[in-house]
């Protein structure tokens, strides 16, 4: 009887029973992973195992899907445990619970580019977070990544709606626009279509001057771009001079 009595202490330990919720998580059991994980923090609620189990049972909703359950799940462990090595860990995963709401591209729905871009700002936030708080960590240089694929996503928004006024013949709206991706995301690979556009809005504004400004811009400093053969075409078609002088800044005033 002493022998069994020890036994039982032993598989009943705090370690043990988040091993065995753990098991189950990773073998995608996640409705029981998480009866797991709570009855531990129910029963040891002091125990280190067991605030690791409330970080565990993010990661269960996350790995469902349930990205606001697991947000909430995440926030409650920096709140609860705000001096854990494994905040920055959760905070990592709330901007991924945030980026994985972000829209997504699938043939037969309209583009990503079309929708409210509401949760890739919220992604970002969340991974700039990450940023100032642990730029040193391990884990800093995943969330720069991903706010470059964030960022990369709301200019592409940004180009959809410049394309939409310049095609309902709003070039003023859709120069606005343009100016935001030249201004505002330089540093990524959208110049050479922002100018493209922000060429034939001034062109049909009737600035030929910076419409040929913008041509030369890609030509001289995209010349491998997909866009340059338009860019060059254009050239010819609005009669520009070969040596206009190219704007610097990449900027197309409107």
């Not at 032993?10 to 992973?33: C, G, H, I, R, V």
């Not at 049972?57 to 899907?65: T, V």
């Amino acid at each position: 009887a002493l022998n069994n009595s020890i036994v039982e202490k032993q598989q009943n330990t705090p370690q043990t029973l988040y091993q065995k919720a753990f098991d189950l998580l990773e073998s995608d059991l996640y409705p029981d992973a998480i009866s797991k994980f709570n009855d531990l923090r129910h029963k040891y609620p002091y125990s280190s195992w067991a605030h690791l189990a409330q970080l565990r049972i993010g990661d269960a909703h996350f790995e469902q899907g349930q990205f606001i359950e697991a947000i909430n799940d995440y926030n409650n462990f920096i709140k609860y445990y705000p001096n854990h090595k494994q905040v920055v860990y959760a905070m990592l995963k709330i901007a991924d619970s945030w980026a994985e709401q972000m829209p997504n591209d699938w043939w037969f729905l309209p583009s990503s580019a079309e929708k409210d871009q509401a949760n890739v700002k919220r992604a970002i936030n969340a991974y700039n977070r990450v940023l100032n708080r642990f730029a040193d960590h391990e884990l800093a240089e995943k969330a720069a990544q991903q706010i470059v694929i964030c960022r990369t996503k709301l200019a592409e928004h940004e180009l959809y709606v410049a394309n939409f006024y310049y095609s309902r013949n709003k070039p003023k709206a859709a120069l606005m626009r343009t100016d935001v991706v030249l201004n505002q995301y330089k540093d990524l690979k959208l110049a050479d279509r922002a100018l493209l556009l922000a060429a034939k809005s001034h062109y049909k504004l009737g600035d030929s001057k910076q419409a040929c400004n913008s041509l030369s811009s890609i030509i001289n400093k995209h010349p491998d771009s997909k866009t340059v053969d338009s860019a060059k075409n254009l050239h010819k078609t609005y009669s520009c001079s070969v040596d206009i002088k190219i704007d610097n800044s990449e900027n197309s005033k409107s």
